[in-house]
Every structure is written in structure tokens, then in C-alpha cells.
């Protein structure tokens, strides 16, 4: 229920944020809104959640518990979600009752791999070449028609690199296909990049919009590890690919953030990889190089205040705290290592425990 005639919503007592997920993002999502002097209310289940240490209000319930949904609807006047695989049937339960941003619709999209390809498509991108798997048949076919390696990804619910593996032509695809669960999965050409490269974009729902620097990124073992922003890129390949992401978000009817990640490859060409209709990962460098934040400006779209082109100052760069990271005292020796801990109660190998932003230049 967009109500796009009645903006902005001002801070007020009564105008609290709803945020879906407890995480790390819903915390800096629920710190940017009271620093815009907005009231927030978090719904999350029970569990290790860094977001309840800083909202106002919380609401505890599993994603599809519809009388708790329902009674946090009524407590907030919009809602956005953190975590990614919220169930689109509960996001659209609280889309009958508060502003839910970015959409039910949007969420659904970004959560199957095999429609948000689709998508991409649709608005110009190009992505590795891909095929839809539900049996060791399709598979045995599929891998016929890609040349090098390929990626074996569930479908829906993966995340940080979970839900995928390598496969070449001396996997047992029956046995690969069974470790991912037996569920519908995509089969993707494994790309040789030079980089990966992320966008986000934004929109309000006072109708205004813009884009952040783009990032530059580094993984390790599907894990992202390392950003440095702002990436540096032809011009033109970059209006090029910010009018591809305004199309792919007009497709979607996008309001609130949307994160685009890309591969470049070896010749140059940027290749689709997957959007987060979200905070995204890849942005933390936001935080203190840039004069307003991915969080900030997440908290501007759903309230309906304008917003436009991030500028940043200067280079930096944004390292995860990945599992023992966050006990490394080098970390913590130096002040120009801006700090940003999550105080999540349980340290796992590859948790995001926390991450710092360093000015390079
Ligand atoms: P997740 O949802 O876990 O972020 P991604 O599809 O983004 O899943 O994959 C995680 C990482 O794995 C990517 O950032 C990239 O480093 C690597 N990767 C994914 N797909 C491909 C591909 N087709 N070719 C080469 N590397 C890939
Ligand atoms: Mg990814």
C-alpha cells in the first residue's frame, strides 16, 4: 500500500520504522534512523540478534508467524527488511497493512536466482550463461552446453557462498545435486573476471533518486573480504551500466536501495551477478566515506525525503572482520581503522563479526 502522495513522513512519536531482521544491518539501519530522530521497532525470532541492543521497540516471531506480523504492522508506519529470505507471503501480509520498502515483489525477485537472471536480462545486462535444474538430467545436458567449470547454485536461500558448488566434468552430478539439497537449482558458466563490481541504487517515494560511488570487491571463498571505493571505471561503461540498473529498477518498481553486483571480465565486459534489494555488504565503506550512508539514505527512501548522487571523500577501503578477525589486536591498534563491531554473542568461522573502513588516499 504505497501511499505515494503523502510525503515525507517526518520524525515524530508516531511515524517508528519497522525493521525486519536483527542482524548487523538492521542495526545500522535502526542507528541511522535515530540519528534522523525517527523511533524504530524490530521484528526478529529469538536468537543472537546485533539490532536489538539499539531500537526502541522489539517484536519477537518467526518470519512466517502471521498474528505477531500483523501486530508489528500495526505498531509501524513502513517496514524493511534486512534479511533477504524473508518469506514473500509475510512481506506481502504486511504490505495490506504498512508501507513495505522495497516491495514484497521486489524481495520475491531478488530471491530466485533463476527470475532475478531473468530480470537482469530484461533491462540489458548480460550474465554468465545459465540454466534452470531440477533433475540429474537437466544437469548432464546443461554441462554439455558450457565450456569451462560450472557453478551449481540453489535456486532460492543462499547466501555468503552457501548453497553452491564447483562442478567439472568429473563431479558426480548426481551427488552434487544431492548435497545441495535436491531442491531446484541454477547451472552457471564460471566466469573468469579481472573484478567484481557492485552498484547501488536508490529511490525514494517522494519520487527522487541516485546512485552511491561504485565499489570494488574481493572475495574469498564466496565470502566478500575486501571493498575498495570508489571503483575506478571508464565513464562510459559507467553511465552505460548505472542506465541498465535504472531500467532493472524501474522493471521492479524499485523504492528504497537496490545493490547490483557484476563481474568484469578479462575483455572488458561487465556481466550480471545478482541484486540485494537491501543494505549491501559492499557499501559499509558508506559509513565514513561518504558525508550520508547506504543506512542514511535507506531511512530518507522509505520516509519519502529527497535524495540524490552520493559524492565521497577520497579512497577507502572496508576490510570484514570474518570469524577471529575480530580478535586480532592489530585491528584495534590503530585509530584510522574505524570501527565498526556487530557484538554478535557467538564467533563462528566465517561470521560477519565486524568490519573496518580505512581512508587510503
Ligand atoms: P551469494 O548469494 O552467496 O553472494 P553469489 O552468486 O554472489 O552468491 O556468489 C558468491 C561469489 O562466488 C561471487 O561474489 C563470486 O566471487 C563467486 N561467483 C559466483 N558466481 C560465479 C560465476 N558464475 N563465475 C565465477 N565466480 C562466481
Ligand atoms: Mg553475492
Known amino acids: 500500500m504505497t501511499k505515494l502522495n503523502n510525503f515525507p513522513n517526518l520524525p515524530n512519536d508516531e511515524n517508528v520504522i519497522g525493521i525486519i531482521g536483527g542482524g548487523q544491518l538492521g542495526k545500522m539501519i535502526a542507528l541511522s534512523a535515530s540519528k534522523a ?90 550474465t554468465p550463461k545459465w540454466f534452470l535444474i531440477k533433475n540429474t538430467d537437466d544437469l548432464i545436458s546443461s554441462f554439455k552446453q558450457i565450456t569451462n567449470e560450472g557453478i551449481l547454485k540453489t535456486n532460492s536461500l543462499g547466501y555468503d557462498g552457501k548453497g553452491q558448488l564447483k562442478i567439472d566434468k568429473n563431479s558426480n552430478f548426481f551427488e552434487s545435486l544431492e548435497n545441495l539439497g535436491s531442491v531446484e537449482c541454477v547451472l552457471e558458466e564460471k566466469l573468469e573476471f579481472k573484478r567484481e563490481i557492485s552498484l547501488m541504487y536508490f529511490k525514494s517515494l517522494d519520487g527522487s ?9 574481493y572475495h574469498e571463498n564466496g565470502i566478500l573480504k575486501k571493498t575498495v571505493a570508489p571503483a575506478c571505471l571508464n565513464s562510459n561503461i559507467e553511465i552505460e551500466l548505472k542506465t541498465k540498473a535504472k531500467k532493472l529498477a524501474q522493471n521492479l518498481n524499485l523504492y ?99 568490519h573496518y573502513n580505512r581512508k587510503v588516499s
Open 209 to 217: 533518486e541516485g546512485f552511491f560511488p561504485l565499489s570494488e570487491n
Open 37 to 126: 530522530g525517527y523511533k524504530t521497532h524490530l521484528f526478529c525470532p529469538i536468537g543472537d540478534n546485533p539490532a536489538e541492543a539499539v531500537v526502541d521497540r522489539i517484536t519477537h516471531g518467526q518470519w512466517d508467524d502471521y498474528n505477531k506480523l500483523v501486530e508489528f504492522s500495526n505498531e509501524v508506519f513502513c517496514a524493511t527488511s534486512e534479511f533477504e529470505n524473508i518469506p514473500s507471503k509475510s512481506l506481502e501480509l504486511l504490505s495490506k497493512k504498512t508501507n513495505v520498502v522495497p516491495s514484497s515483489l521486489v524481495f520475491r525477485c531478488a530471491q530466485i536466482r533463476s527470475k532475478e537472471k531473468e530480470m537482469a536480462i530484461k533491462s540489458g545486462f548480460d
Open 256 to 354: 528504497g536501495v537496490l545493490a547490483i553486483e557484476l563481474f568484469e571480465l578479462l575483455d572488458g565486459r561487465f556481466v550480471f551477478n545478482e541484486i540485494a534489494p537491501r543494505p549491501h555488504n559492499s557499501f559499509h565503506w558508506t559509513l565514513n566515506g561518504c558525508n550520508i550512508s547506504q543506512f542514511d539514505i535507506l531511512v530518507r527512501t522509505i520516509c519519502g525525503l529527497p535524495v540524490k548522487d552520493v559524492e565521497c571523500n577520497g579512497k577507502w577501503e572496508m576490510t570484514n572482520l570474518i570469524g577471529q578477525d575480530v580478535n586480532n589486536n592489530n585491528v584495534y591498534k590503530d585509530q584510522n581503522f574505524i570501527l565498526h563491531i556487530y557484538g554478535k554473542k557467538h564467533l563462528k568461522a566465517g561470521r560477519k563479526m565486524g
